[in-house]
């Protein structure tokens, strides 16, 4: 999940007014997903054509002598402008059922039956999702296009996000810690921006409908039915990512204009220390790779001469990395030197690597491509492994098979240039919130999903039937 983004779902209006006399239990959410991932193809064309067959009886709303039959095929087109619904005739002749549309909406006869699923045929397969579908006409630049969107309940709603999020593999204890963030987080942005869908990608929560589905993560998703996490009478931002590195971050330090939550701390963490794929991965950019992703930077930087880590933040991910070029200098902050570059985390440090030897004082006031502070070589400590002398120093002696160099303090190669610029770091993502793989490690070791939910998000607690509690 792409985390700090808005998340929106819509709620009747009857569940978004304030409750007055005794308290009651709020019913079960509806969710409004625009469907983006099983037409993704990476191409600026517009969805114009939609294929889709039904495995229960549907009727199109507002218009209800159209009536869609389970087993059959149908599609949804643009026709001069507007949308047009088509049956699959018998004889391969289309049988026009609906014409001159902005919106086309099929809603399930049997509202709660299990087999309410509309099958969608995708740019490389087909995908089966719950409850109600809509098709509006929507544009992309100047081209109409369909815009999908599948509405249904919260529960089953979960049921396709979190084997997305977390594998249903994994140990039911955490699934559930999953379940109730997930359910948290669209529940919070259900109530702060209503009227608007989601879509099913990582930029809000993936999610993939019924053809995801697993038995395991139904169950968590069950188990848990109506629970979120509340903080002083409000449900809080329960963000979560794949892997913290070690050590959660605190949201102001990674999004721009983000404020603080007293649930949301950086602090060490044991549990994803010890289980985290993540905890030594390794990148290398060459020097024109790492060009082409600042291209688009103001100002434009240029050749690029140098990188440096100017300021991390106590967990140790970047606060501001300076990339200076020959033309001008531009500073990645906070989650941009995670974004912008494409990299698993902002938990990292770099190293840069030149054609040729640098200068003793570029060799001698870095470490792990973070400079701390520069100064001049007044001395130099020779050890033989016991024992330290220091002596009065004004350059380096590179002694080879065939011949020494000196170099001196202030010497300095102009042939010397970066090549490239190796990141290695730890942690998959923002590193907010809840750590899934930390949650999977704490129930791998017995705790069960209170236990996990307390560790990431305390002092946040479990409240029951969708409402924050006091």
């Known amino acids: 999940m792409k985390l700090g983004k808005v998340f929106s779902v819509v709620l009747s209006i009857g569940l978004l007014l304030p409750f007055s006399g005794q308290a009651q239990a709020m019913d079960e959410p509806m969710v409004r997903v625009e469907l983006v991932t099983p037409f993704a193809s990476g191409s600026e064309e517009a969805l114009t054509n939609l294929s889709f067959t039904i495995e229960s009886n549907y009727i199109i709303e507002n218009h209800p002598n159209v009536m869609l039959l389970a087993g059959q095929k149908y599609f949804v087109q643009i026709e001069n402008g507007t949308l047009s619904l088509y049956q699959y005739g018998s004889i391969g002749l289309p049988v026009p059922l609906l014409q001159g549309q ?11 039956a299990k087999n309410s699923i509309i099958q969608v045929q995708g740019k490389s397969k087909s995908f089966k999702y719950r409850g109600a579908m809509e098709f509006q006409l929507g544009y992309k630049g100047t081209k109409p296009r369909i815009i999908p969107i599948n509405e249904l309940g919260m529960e089953n709603y979960l049921k396709g996000v979190v084997p997305r999020e977390m594998s249903a593999s994994w140990e039911r204890e955490a699934l559930k810690a999953q379940a109730v963030a997930a359910r948290t987080y669209a529940m919070r942005q259900m109530i702060a921006k209503h009227g608007a869908a989601i879509n099913d990608t990582t930029q809000y929560q993936a999610y993939q409908g019924v053809s995801i589905e697993h038995p395991n993560s139904n169950a968590a998703v069950e188990e848990t039915r109506g629970q979120v996490l509340s903080y002083n009478g409000e449900l809080i931002e ?10 959660s971050e605190a949201p102001e330090n990674v999004w721009k204009n983000s404020k603080g939550a007293p649930y949301l701390t950086a602090k060490p963490d044991p549990y994803d220390a010890k289980i985290s794929p993540y905890k030594n991965w390794q990148e290398t950019m060459t020097i024109a790779q790492l060009q082409e992703k600042l291209k688009n930077r103001t100002p434009a930087i240029g050749t690029i001469k140098k990188v440096e880590v100017k300021q991390t933040y106590p967990s140790g991910r970047i606060a501001d990395l300076m990339i200076e070029g020959d033309k001008g200098t531009v500073h990645l902050t906070k989650d941009e030197a995670r974004s912008v570059l494409g990299l ?19 060799l001698l006031s870095a470490y792990n491509g973070v400079t701390t502070e520069r100064k001049d070589i007044g001395s130099l400590t020779i050890t033989n492994g016991t024992t330290e002398k220091t002596v ?35 942690g998959w993502g923002h590193g907010v ?21 307390q560790f990431y998000y305390a002092p946040a607690q479990i409240s029951e039937n969708y409402e924050a509690g006091n």
């Open 102 to 112: 902005s919106t086309i909406r099929a809603v399930p006869v049997i509202q709660e």
């Open 238 to 247: 329960a963000l979560y990512a794949s892997s913290n590195g070690g050590h």
């Open 344 to 362: 698993k985390s902002s938990l990292y440090h770099v190293q840069v690597n030149y054609n040729a030897p640098v200068s003793p004082k570029e």
């Open 392 to 426: 009065a120093g004004s350059g380096l002696v590179l002694q080879g098979a065939d011949q020494k160099k000196t170099l001196d303090q202030g010497s300095s190669d102009p042939a010397v240039k970066p090549v490239s610029v190796t990141f290695i770091g730890s």
């Open 433 to 453: 919130g809840m750590s899934q793989w930390g949650a999977r490690q704490m129930a791998k070791e017995g705790m069960n999903y209170q236990d996990i939910l």
